[in-house]
């Protein structure tokens, strides 16, 4: 499947493997980037050929010179054996799952996964015949407790979606391992930039590609990594599902690649300093963002992450409720609105209270998501002391 020569293959650092890889200018009329190539129909040129199916594709959905250059890049930047590709994060993260879970099967599942994610697991694998079971994104080893001769699956999300616990991956894929269960961590929020699934025992890292990987708020992708003994089986399940992306938002995310790392970096230095600002903040209880010295599970992430993205949250006093409408009314640079991970910065309220089952979610006040864009952080800092000035 190399596009490039492979002998060049996982020579390079994170960050050159987004410049470089899944590029052949020279297979193209010397231009720097991969064409959209648009298809169903592969033609074979002979008979012989046909019947052979020789040739490196055989029907537009199962790969074209377009997905192949972004599947290459991403293996290289995953240090993976193989990527599969999907029409949105949420379709990433089922995808591998049907391809891993079977009726019987006990599944553990983080209680602070994506929501839709949970949705998912609550709906289809228990209509399937899988026992679903959630567990404290905290437990570590502890995870050892909940294991069952039928156990096959962990999923683990971290930091938690909204709330930003961490979870000690490496102890609990250990655990995994040594009972044969296979692993999938939702690496959406650092990206293997600022955390390497498969080096801390990983098996399947999935990514909504809709987020950094495209950087722009104009599509939807889903990307599946998985290690060597997984690599069959979700291939065939992939494949088997009939689920591809269209043609221009792989291209798109193709072209966001290219400039990641340093969308990245100001997406985590502008973060932090807002971060830091809201700390300081009278109105606020607390900030929920991992890489900061108070958050309760800094350690974890000073220890296996090498760096945060640009999503956090963080919680006002009570007395704020009232006037919770107007802060975000107030917000001219912060758009109200799902999904992240573009340039620009948004806010949204949150309560996980009424779906968490393992834990409980009571923050102490009102909850807010922030996305920190590439907007001047001063800027951002402005915008949201005038917001917090109409919460009085
Ligand atoms: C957005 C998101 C997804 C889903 O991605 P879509 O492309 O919107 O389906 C999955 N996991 C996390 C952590 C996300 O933030």
Known sequence: MANKKSSRDRKYRPETALVLAGRSPFEHAGFVN??????STVLWETYDDLIAHRGRYTYGRRGTPTTDALTDALRQFEGSAGVMLTPSGLSAITTALLAVVKSGDHVLITDTIYRPTRVFCDSILTRLGAEVQYYDPLAGADIAKL?????????????????????????????????????????????????????????????????YLGGHSDINLGTI?????????????????????????????????????????????SGMKVARWLEGRPEVLR?????????????????????????????????????????????????????????????IPFDCSGYRTATTWNPGGPAVRLHIGLEDPDDLIADLEAGLSKLA
């Open 225 to 269: 990594s998985v290690t060597q003994a997984h690599f069959k089986q979700v291939h065939d399940t992939h494949g088997n599902l009939g689920i591809n992306p269209g043609p221009e938002d792989v291209f798109l995310a193709l072209r966001g690649m290219r400039t990641m790392g340093v969308r990245l970096e100001r997406h985590m230095q």
């Open 34 to 39: 991969t064409p959209i190539y648009r298809g």
């Open 147 to 211: 294991f069952k001769k039928n156990t096959s699956t962990v999923f683990l999300e971290a930091p938690g979606s909204q709330s930003f616990e961490m979870q000690d991956i490496p102890a609990i894929t250990k655990i995994a391992r040594e009972r044969g269960a296979v692993t999938l961590a939702d690496n959406t929020w650092a990206t293997p930039l600022y955390f390497r699934p498969h080096e801390h025992g990983v098996d399947i890292s999935i990514q909504a590609g809709t987020k």
């Open 287 to 347: 900030v929920l963002h991992p890489a900061l010295e108070s958050h309760p599970n800094h350690a974890i992430w000073k220890r296996d992450f090498s760096g945060a993205s640009g999503l956090f949250s963080f919680v006002l006093k009570p007395e704020a409720q009232k006037n919770i409408g107007a802060f975000f009314d107030e917000l001219e640079l912060y758009g109200m609105g799902y999904s992240w991970g573009g340039f620009e910065s948004l806010a």
